[in-house]
């Protein structure tokens, strides 16, 4: 019997395209260059199976007509906003993800993004690198202290716990959030945290607001400007979640004007397009999205993948099916 015809869109790690290798016939990206839509929908018509990440689109119109041979899209990630889920189900195309390995890397980053725009990092390391610092002096980038105060976390999920524990245990910070969703007081206050009503009332308390919510239309735009307005005055925004949650237009007017006093980001709404007016501010730390970006949390993604998928073409439900 014939293995199933696999098609990977980018490279992965090592060890996860040897597994594929050996179980699927399976087609690699050698080059790594990122797949247009006429590739992708060339693709659909000629694989049993397509495993794309978050920066390939698969809107709608690539599942158009009767020709399509894809049978499951094994996604490389967490979110899965940049395939259009209703087109996919319509087709009777199993879509899955890769929950629950990239908590931890991903709450790192938020943090690591939360002390560098505090603390002025990104504007202190392109001083030093372009040969411009003048000495220690104490009026020199003053930064502000982390210890003590307010974290605000949209979305308290796996990695919105994560990042409150971080937050409260490692730096003393008092943690409030927000979740559609009532979270039990008791499970809340083991990462030291407490929910609020709305997300108003968690912008209007936080020194630091931090996102964790899905993508997709119904969080689209979520942070837009009435919201930055709702914030402190010398608050920051970070964003680890998608780059759709937050209205990017917005967020750099609040920054111009400054309406919140900075950004750290890891992920934006066309990536890997980075506005302009963004890239020249200094009030901001940016990242090409690292979130998962660890030896260890890509391979455990990468084999997420593989067990997925495998279970689909040996008859059983597969971990991780979104559709």
């Not at 060339?42 to 709608?60: H, I, K």
């Not at 009767?66 to 499951?72: Q, Y």
């Not at 040969?131 to 307010?150: D, M, N, Y």
Request: net charge neutral.
């Amino acid at each position: 019997m014939s293995k199933p015809r696999i098609l990977v869109t980018r490279r992965w790690p090592a060890s996860v395209e040897a597994a594929l290798s050996q179980a699927f016939d399976a087609t690699l990206n050698e080059g790594d260059v990122a797949l247009d839509a006429s590739q992708l929908r060339e693709a659909l018509l000629s694989y049993d199976a397509v495993l794309p990440t978050v920066s390939d689109r698969l809107p709608a119109a690539l599942f158009e007509g009767d020709a399509v041979r894809s049978k499951i899209l094994g996604n490389f990630g967490v979110g899965f906003n940049h395939i259009d889920i209703a087109a996919a189900k319509s087709k009777g195309i199993v879509v899955t993800n890769t929950p629950g390995v990239l908590t931890d890397c991903t709450a790192d980053i938020a943090m690591l993004l939360l002390i560098s725009i505090a603390r002025r990092g990104g504007e202190g390391e392109r001083e030093v690198r372009a040969g411009a610092w003048a000495g220690w002096r104490p009026t020199h980038l003053v930064g502000t202290k982390v210890t003590g105060k307010t974290v605000g976390i949209i979305g308290f999920g796996r990695i919105g716990k994560a990042f409150a524990q971080r937050c409260h245990f490692g730096f003393g910070m008092d943690v409030v959030f927000y979740n559609r969703s009532l979270v039990d007081p008791a499970e809340a206050a083991r990462y030291g945290a407490r929910q609020l009503p709305t997300v108003e009332d968690v912008l209007g308390a936080a020194d630091f607001v931090s996102l964790h919510c899905p993508g997709g239309a119904e969080n689209r735009h979520l942070m837009n400007a009435a919201r930055f307005a709702t914030m402190k005055p010398g608050a920051f925004l970070i964003n680890t979640a998608r780059g759709d949650v937050v209205d990017e237009a917005a967020l750099i007017s609040a920054l111009e004007q400054g309406t919140i006093r900075g950004a750290g980001l890891d992920v934006y709404e066309a990536e890997p397009h980075v506005p302009e007016r963004l890239r020249a501010l200094d009030n901001v730390v940016l990242l090409p999205h690292l979130g998962s970006a660890t030896e260890e949390t890509r391979t455990a993604m990468g084999m997420k993948v593989v067990d997925n998928i495998t279970a689909f073409f040996a008859g059983r439900e597969p971990p991780d099916r979104v559709v």
